[in-house]
């Protein structure tokens, strides 16, 4: 079981940055694919990045490409989304997920934990 914890929300600018983190508990979290999703008001979660087990492949959606990254730190147990030119449309609550399977996936139902999301709101 993994216990995931987002931190670093909030409100920006267009054109501005923040950076996510997403804490997990349990001894397994090296061993797991972390991904990226987020979901606006009224609309389906999406997927953003993904990062693979060693930190060493990473996957964006390309909403997102050049202005994301993901990266991770396995001593730490944490992973981190940096946002730069943020955008009005980045606007949603963004959730941290882990994928038990170590396959890289952009599918959200691909993925076996969950945190409680994180809300950032990019103001034009």
């Known amino acids: 079981q993994v216990q995931l914890v987002e931190s670093g929300g909030g409100l920006v600018q267009a054109g501005g940055s923040l950076r996510l983190s997403c804490a997990a508990s349990g001894r397994a979290f090296s061993t797991y694919t972390m991904g990226w999703f987020r979901q606006a008001p009224g609309k389906e979660r999406e997927f953003v990045a993904c990062i693979s087990v060693s930190g060493g492949r990473t996957l964006y959606a390309d909403s997102v490409k050049g202005r994301f990254t993901i990266s991770r730190d396995n001593a730490k147990n944490t992973v981190s989304l940096q946002m730069n030119s943020l955008k009005p449309e980045d606007t949603a609550v963004y959730y941290c997920?882990?994928?038990?399977?170590?396959?890289?996936?952009?599918?959200?139902?691909?993925?076996?934990?969950w945190g409680q999301g994180t809300q950032v709101t990019v103001s034009s």
């Open positions: 997920a882990a994928d038990r399977s170590s396959t890289m996936s952009t599918i959200l139902r691909r993925y076996d934990y």
